[in-house]
């Protein structure tokens, strides 16, 4: 008797992706799908009833748009349910399933989703349309006097170039700047919470070269576009608040340690709209354009255009154009100018470290000799850490891309060999053009 | 059974209707301070060794 089974529970929701094989939102466990009406239907069968001949029975009956045959029901359990590792043969098994390769390195909890889901709903009061209307139009105001109050007594480089940090401020900094920036993660959480999701936990890690804090918001999956988009702007209004708070308390007191704390604030928004990182702006494009899995697509649009270019210079068959859409194709050729950039300037940066680090380390030394005990040992500890992170991440960026680039060229050999068998059956057959 | 799934691929079922695509985890991150900017910061007071 064939039997089948769910990996894990099961919880299915309408998109409003009018793509029909994005009509449905399927979440197995945490792994969360895209999937048609059929097999979305298929799936909550499953969940329901275990044997084959029962499930088929269920199938066929109802609309024909999401009725299946014998043979269908059986051929999308065997080549898209049990390969995917979500139905098994066997009741409580997972199978073997090849997880979707992680971005996060070292990741740790900082705050586990069940405070995130006590902190997040009393938040999301300021995601009400005239709430957040009003909360954007007098943080920017607020921080715009700032802003001007600052170019009237000097650039911010000026302001800073005088400033001595003592172990009290640099410690009044780090703490200002992890508030700010689990505030910022706090935002996601609060629109999450404010749409319809429930959030997850609230983490730090390692992307790139860069030590990251996250919100796990994966159950917005199933949110409507326009949700979605709040979700990922979530992060920047929350900073923008914190912003304005800090503004107000730095033309009150004067601190530079604020000033600093503004710096750190104002950098890290306009970074994380950067849509070619996995910061809150590729969720943004990825969302507002309908491009799921934009990293992947974007991938695999490079590689094949990649692969028609060798064919062209092989002379071979020209293979047939991948359809796609305009904003994926700008977002891959946009995204490869970038990423060319950022490794070449990751390259020289690797090597100007390396170069100068003799220097580097008679200054940090000859700085440890002249402070006071403690504060070289905070200092010695903070600088030993940012090292490790630097290097640490450069390795993984190095990993990145040789992986990578080991994926494209096989892709393109692939191609090209594919494409030298076919025409040359063409050829035999007469009718190569 | 295998037979069968091979039959049907053969007679060219609409596999595309039944597509189940794995979406990434949304982790909505945001960079902390890079290393250079510590290290900018820290050497404002007595000018950068790298420069």
Not at chain 1, 400 to 423: E, G, K, M, N, P
Not at chain 2, 9 to 34: D, H, I, Q, S, Y
Request: hydrophobic share 50%; net charge neutral.
């Amino acid at each position: 008797v064939n039997q089948y089974f769910l990996a894990n529970t099961l919880a299915i929701s309408e998109t409003d992706d009018p793509h029909p094989d994005r009509r449905f939102c399927i979440f197995v466990g945490t792994r969360v799908f895209h999937g048609s009406e059929r097999v979305a239907r298929l799936l909550d069968t499953i969940s329901q009833v275990a044997e084959l001949d029962d499930i088929v029975a269920r199938m066929t009956e109802g609309d024909s748009g999401s009725a299946m045959s014998h043979e269908q029901v059986l051929a999308a359990i065997e080549t898209q349910l049990i390969p995917s590792g979500v139905v098994s043969r066997t009741s409580g098994s997972a199978g073997e399933v090849t997880q979707r390769s992680p971005y996060l390195f070292f990741s740790r909890t900082l705050i586990s989703a069940t405070m995130v889901g006590r902190v997040a709903p009393p938040l999301s009061a300021l995601f009400a349309p005239a709430t957040a209307i009003a909360t954007v139009l007098l943080c920017t105001g607020l921080l715009l006097l700032w802003l001007v109050g600052l170019a009237q007594s000097g650039s911010i480089s000026a302001a800073l170039s005088d400033f001595d940090m003592s172990l009290a401020d640099s410690s009044l900094f780090y703490l200002l700047v992890l508030v700010s920036f689990i505030m910022h993660e706090f935002g996601h959480a609060a629109a999450s919470h404010r749409f319809g999701s429930r959030p997850a936990e609230i983490g730090i890690g390692l992307y790139l070269v860069f030590p990251v804090l996250f919100c796990n918001v994966t159950q917005a999956w199933r949110l409507p576009r326009k949700a979605r988009v709040a979700v990922n702007l979530g992060g920047v209004y929350f900073q923008l608040i914190v912003c304005a708070v800090l503004a107000a308390c730095q033309l009150a007191t004067h601190s530079d340690v604020l000033t600093l704390v503004m710096y750190a604030n104002l950098v890290s928004m306009l970074v994380t709209l950067n849509p070619f990182f996995r910061f809150d702006g590729y969720w943004i494009y990825s969302d507002l354009f309908r491009l799921p899995n934009l990293r992947d697509s974007a991938r695999e649009v490079t590689i094949a255009a990649l692969g028609r270019a060798a064919r062209s210079l092989l002379r071979l068959t020209p293979g047939a154009a991948v359809a796609s859409k305009p904003a994926l194709r700008l977002y891959a050729w946009s995204s490869m100018l970038f990423f060319t950039g950022f490794i070449g300037t990751m390259l020289a940066g690797m090597w100007r470290l390396a170069s100068t680090l003799p220097q580097l380390w008679g200054a940090a030394l000859e700085k440890y000799q002249r402070q006071p005990p403690l504060e070289a040992l905070v200092d010695a500890g903070g600088h030993a850490m940012m090292l490790a992170i630097y290097v640490l991440g450069c390795i993984l960026t190095v990993g990145f891309i040789v992986s990578a680039l080991r994926h494209a060229v096989l892709a393109v050999r692939q191609a090209c060999s594919r494409t030298a068998l076919t025409a040359g059956v063409t050829a035999a057959q007469g009718t190569m053009p | 059974m295998d037979m069968i799934v091979n039959e049907q691929m053969k007679n060219g079922v609409e596999f595309a209707e039944f597509k189940l695509t794995e979406l990434e985890a949304r982790l909505e991150m945001a960079a902390l301070p890079m290393a250079d900017f510590w290290y900018c910061c820290k050497c404002f007071n007595g000018g950068c060794p790298q420069d």
